[in-house]
């Protein structure tokens, strides 16, 4: 049994070792170094993501549809891995889920309003990797990308 | 087994196996990026220090330890209640040096390595070293400069998992704590 905070530790420590790394190479960060870090980010938590599900549901009945899938993964998988339910799940019904979590346990540590709203990315990319991976698991293709407008509350969008 | 009770073993599974899989994707990647195994073990030692800096405060905040008086107290608090508490594992404090300066902690079971298997190229890999550099960072925070190594490690043959601790100096207060 792992500490959740060990996790949050680890995890901000990834996520400046993989940004350190690419600086040091490149001298500056610009645009696209920044897109390469994020998608190394990202494929590491895809990885992460689907060795989750394949554990946690091993045992369990197989989902009814898209919805109930979601509802999966709102509930069930990110008390597990987020330690809270997603307050709201909305869905225009054709593919696209936008699943809103009010304080995202890996940007409570940042700040609560405004502040390094501009990093908040960094630090949501592994998480973003996590759900396209556990979905993928699931039997769902999709794209999973985040947006924040006031910490520590983040929308995923799922499409 | 009704349903709720597979639910909170669950929880605790899957907490730790989110740290452990998160683990093993950085190993995983750390293994791409370098070329050889001394630099991966260098980079998670170092990366571990840089969370053990921090971890001993939350460590401290939450379970109100009070000083240490020697270094053998240092090794049970680490063994029975930091360990425990991070890792859920409590390793047996042994091999003590006679000067009482070096000890070894024992892990029947290492957490980090669950569903791990070393690959035949990269033997000389320290998979959980970034333990290592956990333990060298909070204890620098507490004024104790320490070297912490892997005397055997499970997943190169051993039957347990054996992290040697030696003391080294304590810290004057007013030196800047090591930049890296």
Redesign the interface.
Same mark, same amino acid.
């Given at each position: 049994?792992? /500490?959740?905070?060990?996790?949050e530790?680890? @995890?901000m420590?990834?996520v400046? @070792?993989?940004f350190k /790394?690419q600086q040091s190479t490149n001298g500056e960060m610009n645009n696209k170094d920044r897109a390469v870090c994020t998608s190394?980010l990202e494929g590491?938590?895809f990885?992460?993501g689907q060795?989750?599900i394949e554990?946690?549901t091993r045992?369990s009945p197989s989902f009814k549809d898209e919805l109930d899938i979601m509802k999966f993964i709102c509930k /069930?998988f990110w008390?597990?891995?987020f330690?809270r339910q997603v307050d709201n799940l909305r869905t225009n019904h054709q593919g696209t889920y936008v699943l809103q979590d009010n304080k995202f346990v890996l940007l409570t540590q940042l700040s609560s309003g405004k502040q390094y709203l501009d990093d908040a990315p960094k630090y949501l990319a592994?998480s973003c990797g996590v759900i396209r991976g556990a979905l993928s698991s699931l039997g769902l293709d999709s794209v999973v990308t985040a947006e924040v407008s006031l910490m520590p509350s983040c929308n995923f969008q799922v499409t | 087994m009704s349903r709720q009770s #597979?639910?909170t073993t669950? #929880?605790?599974?899957? #907490?730790?196996? %989110?740290?452990?899989?998160?683990?093993?994707? %950085?190993v995983?990647?750390l293994c791409k990026?370098y070329e050889n195994d001394e630099e991966v073990n260098k980079?998670l030692d170092k990366?571990g220090y #840089?969370?053990g800096v921090? %971890?001993i405060e939350?460590f401290l905040a939450r379970s109100s330890v009070g000083r240490c008086q020697d270094f053998r107290e240092t090794a049970d608090v680490i063994a029975k209640v930091a360990f425990k508490?991070?890792?859920?594992i409590t390793p047996s404090v042994t091999n003590w040096s006679p000067a009482g300066d070096e000890f070894s902690l024992i892990l029947e079971n290492n957490?980090l390595v669950d569903f791990v298997e070393l690959p035949d190229n990269h033997s000389t890999l320290i998979y959980s070293n970034?333990l290592c550099g956990v333990l060298r960072g909070a204890l620098e925070m507490v004024q104790m400069a320490v070297d912490v190594r892997f005397a055997q490690d499970t997943l190169r043959g051993d039957n347990v998992t054996e992290i040697r601790m030696k003391f080294i100096k304590r810290i004057e207060e007013n030196l800047p704590a090591g930049d890296e």
């Open positions: 049994m792992a /500490d959740g905070v060990l996790f530790f680890l @995890h420590e990834m400046s @070792h993989v /790394d190394v590491m938590g990885r992460v060795g989750l554990r946690f045992d /069930d008390t597990q891995v330690r592994y | #597979n639910r669950d #929880n605790k599974k899957m #907490n730790s196996e %989110l740290f452990t899989l998160t683990y093993g994707a %950085l995983t990647q990026d980079q990366m #840089n969370i921090r %971890l939350d508490m991070y890792l859920g957490p970034l």
